[in-house]
């Protein structure tokens, strides 16, 4: 009989923490309704003698992200009035904790540093709306993962 996980391990969305920390002020970003970061390695094609085809060496990565909240903070925007009025651009780090207390998957926490805003939302209102959410996108320079998640039963 083969081995499965059990559905109780998978990992619920809603049970995360986001934190933000801008100018060293630690807030506990709340209003997110959902983070996305993605590590994209960047590769270099190699050409090898006796074969037709290539081979792909990594070369370095980059970080980027997106992130919705809802609108009700005015955090990223004052990063962007910084830049605009002072042309000082304020770099910022995010953590992601994801921890399903029902899961056997234990904890992950994730730190991006040094994450950087594309831009932003400047005011939005929606008289048909229900709530008002704003998206963001963003690059970032590092990261970190002081927890990980645990090696599940039957995985070994």
């Not at 994450?115 to 400047?122: A, R, T």
């Amino acid at each position: 009989m083969a081995l499965t996980m059990h559905a109780k391990d998978t990992v619920s969305g809603v049970s995360a923490e986001c934190f933000v920390t801008v100018d060293g002020k630690r807030y506990n970003f709340m209003q997110a309704v959902n983070v996305e970061a993605k590590m994209e390695k960047t590769k270099k094609e190699v050409a090898i003698l006796g074969k037709t085809s290539k081979g792909h060496k990594s070369a370095g990565w980059n970080g980027t992200g997106k992130a919705s909240f809802y609108y009700n903070t005015s955090i990223f925007r004052e990063l962007l009035y910084k830049y605009k009025t002072e042309g000082k651009d304020i770099y910022f780090d995010m953590q992601i904790v994801n921890e399903d207390p029902t899961s056997d998957a234990g904890r992950q926490t994730i730190i991006l540093r040094d994450c950087n805003i594309n831009g932003g939302m400047l005011a939005i209102f929606d008289a048909e709306g229900d709530t008002l959410k704003e998206d963001v996108e963003f690059t970032f320079e590092d990261w970190e993962m002081p927890e990980k998640f645990n090696i599940l039963s039957g995985m070994e």
